[in-house]
């Protein structure tokens, strides 16, 4: 392993939220170490800590008032090059929207919590697929978070929506405490045969056995996803605090360093830091 104090590491994947603000109603309603507020200041040392230039910060409630909230808080806080913020994508008058949160602060991409749908097929009905050609028309990521079984969609997305750049979540959730690879496996070696499909490491030891996993857990399904993504189509992220339910921030970059294999300093800069910038077109900010 290469000396990572040479790259500008990017976290693809946080989330900052505000209870008093917004419900975040997928949130469990006990006390509990998610059930408070996670603001900038609560993750700079820990990105100070491993050498994080700069982040990606997603949505966790599906409302415009906490994309708002993020962009803001973006705009007022250096290390936050992007957001990826809810819209409701089969709204009609979505691209107006999309056009006054671009206005508003960093928007890089939007993301719909598919995986909680009741109907498998929300990501290839017709209205979705209508609002995400606005997406792609202003140049913006889709975060794609889904369950595997939701997977056989990237490919009608895909081809309904040619130029949309796909960022999958958390490798799509595999089963990782069960060690179960299939049918996960062959569902996102299919989605990664499009060119226009990436994938985050993150999010994977919260899929493991939170008080029992290790390194060996995840890194059969690390290995696969590199596969058949390559390590230029593949991108860290922490998935901050959610990831508090069974790792550090350490502890979880510590496991994608330790699970995804041998890189030289070319693929550890793509890993890190590189994938996340062509994926989001970041170079204007970093």
Same mark, same amino acid.
């Given at each position: 392993?290469?000396?990572?104090?040479?790259?500008?590491?990017?976290?693809?994947?946080?989330?900052?939220?505000?209870?008093?603000?917004?419900?975040?109603?997928?949130?469990?309603?006990?006390?509990?170490?998610?059930?408070?507020?996670?603001?900038?200041?609560?993750?700079?040392?820990?990105?100070?800590?491993?050498?994080?230039?700069?982040?990606?910060?997603?949505?966790?409630?599906?409302?415009?008032?906490?994309?708002?909230?993020?962009?803001?808080?973006?705009?007022?806080?250096?290390?936050?090059?992007?957001?990826?913020?809810?819209?409701?994508?089969?709204?009609?008058?979505?691209?107006?929207?999309?056009?006054?949160?671009?206005?508003?602060?960093?928007?890089?991409?939007?993301?719909?919590?598919?995986?909680?749908?009741?109907?498998?097929?929300?990501?290839?009905?017709?209205?979705?697929?209508?609002?995400?050609?606005?997406?792609?028309?202003?140049?913006?990521?889709?975060? #794609?978070?889904?369950?595997?079984?939701?997977?056989?969609?990237? +490919?009608? $997305?895909?081809?309904? /929506?040619?130029?949309? @750049?796909? =960022?999958?979540?958390?490798?799509?959730?595999?089963?990782?405490?069960?060690?179960?690879?299939?049918?996960?496996?062959?569902?996102?070696?299919?989605?990664?045969?499009?060119?226009?499909?990436?994938?985050?490491?993150?999010?994977? #030891?919260?899929?493991?056995?939170?008080?029992?996993?290790?390194? +060996?857990? $995840?890194?059969?399904? /690390?290995?696969?996803? @590199?596969? =058949?993504?390559?390590?230029?189509?593949?991108?860290?992220?922490?998935?901050?605090?959610?990831?508090?339910?069974?790792?550090?921030?350490?502890?979880?970059?510590?496991?994608?360093?330790?699970?995804?294999?041998?890189?030289?300093? #070319?693929?550890?800069?793509?890993?890190?830091?590189?994938?996340? +910038?062509?994926?989001?077109?970041?170079?204007?900010?970093?």
């Amino acid at each position: 392993m290469v000396m990572l104090e040479q790259i500008k590491i990017i976290d693809s994947h946080h989330h900052l939220w505000d209870l008093s603000k917004f419900e975040y109603p997928w949130m469990p309603a006990e006390e509990g170490i998610l059930r408070r507020n996670y603001l900038p200041s609560d993750l700079e040392p820990y990105i100070l800590d491993i050498g994080v230039g700069g982040t990606i910060v997603v949505q966790a409630d599906q409302t415009i008032g906490e994309s708002e909230f993020l962009l803001l808080t973006a705009s007022q806080t250096s290390w936050i090059y992007g957001v990826v913020a809810w819209v409701d994508v089969r709204d009609h008058n979505v691209g107006n929207t999309l056009d006054k949160l671009l206005a508003t602060g960093p928007l890089v991409g939007i993301r719909h919590q598919v995986e909680d749908e009741v109907d498998d097929d929300w990501l290839i009905r017709v209205e979705t697929l209508e609002g995400l050609k606005e997406v792609a028309k202003r140049g913006l990521v889709f975060d #794609v978070l889904v369950k595997p079984r939701q997977l056989k969609h990237i +490919k009608v $997305l895909s081809e309904a /929506v040619s130029d949309l @750049r796909m =960022v999958i979540d958390h490798m799509a959730k595999p089963a990782i405490a069960e060690g179960i690879l299939q049918p996960w496996s062959e569902d996102i070696a299919n989605a990664a045969s499009y060119e226009n499909v990436y994938c985050k490491v993150s999010g994977l #030891v919260t899929e493991a056995d939170h008080t029992g996993w290790s390194t +060996k857990d $995840l890194r059969p399904f /690390v290995n696969h996803a @590199r596969d =058949v993504f390559g390590i230029d189509r593949l991108m860290w992220g922490s998935d901050w605090p959610v990831c508090l339910l069974a790792s550090t921030y350490k502890g979880v970059f510590d496991a994608a360093v330790n699970s995804i294999g041998n890189m030289d300093l #070319v693929d550890s800069q793509r890993f890190f830091e590189g994938t996340a +910038k062509e994926a989001y077109s970041l170079d204007k900010v970093c």
